[in-house]
């Protein structure tokens, strides 16, 4: 069984003993604290600007607002026993792809991975020496987001004869579906409200202070508008539709076979928050990947997931531009 094992994937293991030995030979790198992180966010805020930040608090108020009334109604129909989400095709679609082949995935963009940061760490250190410095990590994500889109094309539609639709991808009813995405958005913002003041308020009492995203420290440092309304596009559209492909669209299903529909839901939702690699926000993302997986559930579609996450994306990204603007 093992020499069979290792007789058909011989290849995939020696890609991931090369990913593993090439981890094992990096050394970890000392990062400086950003300047701006080590001070909070309102120090730095303007007093002729306080009227701006209360514009942004009144509309993210009203957000807030929305979703405690629809959050209200959603328990109410769940007590009274009535479907929320109801599903936009007759017959689910099978799939034939496996747990394998999900594994198959991630160690091909692990591999790759690391040869496009090398090819562009060499092309920018020695052609590409005075070009912008965010402009590497931003070129290698969205090498390595078509790169996913491209294997998991592989497998769906060459290996398994699959169509689209079998991803959940399916324009049919589609502004049901993108109204489906964006009431249940809402309807989850007090959840993660809550989940987010629990979680500073835990840190506060541990004097710890959460370190910012990557994403966030580009944005506030960053002047060039052309550069930010690229970082808009790739953080609250590319990436969102890319990881919903991947974990809705191509794993869930598959480990759904094995594992059914709960389990699936946690095992993605964990996977997902733990891709973003931010031990503080954890729970609050496995929330949001666990509400993913559920809607994708219920739905039967890929569209109203892939809109829930554009809107968070779009939405936490809007926020730091907003504050960039009355930030020193």
């Not at 991975?113 to 965010?134: A, E, K, M, P, T």
Request: proline share 4%.
């Amino acid at each position: 069984m093992l020499k069979k094992l290792i007789r058909q994937e011989r290849i995939y293991l020696l890609m991931l003993a090369f990913i593993v030995l090439f981890n094992l030979a990096i050394q970890p790198s000392t990062k400086q604290t950003p300047a701006h992180q080590s001070s909070s966010l309102t120090e730095k805020i303007k007093a002729e600007e306080l009227s701006k930040v209360s514009i942004i608090t009144l509309f993210f108020t009203l957000i807030l607002i929305s979703g405690i009334v629809l959050l209200i109604r959603f328990c109410y129909l769940k007590l009274q026993g009535k479907e929320t989400i109801n599903k936009f095709s007759e017959m689910p679609t099978n799939i034939n792809w496996k747990i394998g082949d999900i594994a198959r995935v991630i160690i091909l963009l692990l591999f790759f991975g690391y040869f496009i940061h090398i090819f562009l760490y060499l092309l920018f250190r020695l052609f590409l020496v005075n070009l912008h410095s965010n402009l590497k990590p931003i070129i290698s994500a969205c090498i390595v987001d078509f790169l996913a889109l491209f294997f998991i094309s592989y497998f769906v539609l060459k290996k398994y004869k699959q169509k689209i639709a079998s991803l959940g991808i399916n324009f049919k009813d589609f502004f049901k579906k993108i109204k489906l995405g964006i009431t249940t958005y809402i309807t989850i913002i007090p959840i993660l409200v809550l989940l987010i003041v629990f979680l500073s308020g835990l840190a506060q009492r541990l004097n710890y202070q959460p370190p910012l995203h990557p994403l966030v420290d580009i944005i506030l440092d960053e002047k060039n508008i052309f550069f930010l309304i690229f970082l808009f596009l790739f953080g609250g559209v590319i990436g969102p539709i890319v990881e919903e492909i991947f974990f809705r669209g191509f794993a869930y299903p598959a480990i759904k076979k094995k594992a059914g529909v709960f389990f699936s839901i946690i095992i993605t939702a964990t996977f997902f928050a733990a891709l973003h690699q931010n031990f503080f926000a954890f729970l609050p993302i496995f929330f949001l990947g666990a509400v993913l997986a559920y809607v994708y559930e219920k739905s039967d579609s890929l569209i109203p997931p892939i809109t829930i996450h554009i809107l968070h994306n779009s939405l936490m990204i809007m926020g730091i531009f907003l504050f960039k603007g009355v930030i020193k």
